[in-house]
């Protein structure tokens, strides 16, 4: 199965970006999915899920400003990002969380998403 992420670019600070996660199966098959990031030096971390009954769930860092959503006739997962800020300059990933610390899948490639101040 691939993951294949894209949509990041650079944005100024308060921007907007939508990130797509195109997948080579069915996402119906799996329970969630997820948006994770990672920056620099720092730990990947889960940014959103949803999952197979539409229920999401949000960083508290992200919320009211992030919206993830999919389409399970594209198997595609989306995150649609609002109000950029720089400490959020990431590579951004999705994956099928089987729990908190377990993935379905080897990670993708990722999209990059770089905030300008």
């Known amino acids: 199965v691939l993951l294949v992420e894209s949509g990041g670019g650079l944005v100024q600070a308060g921007g907007s970006l939508r990130l797509s996660c195109a997948v080579t199966?069915?996402?119906?098959?799996?329970?969630?999915w997820a948006w994770f990031r990672q920056a620099p030096e720092k730990q990947r971390e889960l940014v959103a899920s949803?999952?197979?009954?539409?229920?999401?769930n949000y960083a508290d860092s992200v919320k009211g400003r992030f919206t993830i959503s999919k389409d399970i006739t594209q198997n595609t997962v989306y995150l649609q990002m609002n109000g950029l800020k720089p400490e959020e300059t990431a590579v951004y990933y999705c994956?099928?969380?089987?729990?908190?610390?377990?993935?379905?899948?080897?990670w993708g490639q990722g999209t990059q998403v770089t905030v300008s101040s």
């Open positions: 949803i999952s197979s009954d539409d229920t999401t």
């Open positions: 199966r069915s996402i119906n098959r799996y329970k969630a």
């Open positions: 994956n099928a969380p089987i729990s908190s610390a377990r993935n379905h899948f080897d």
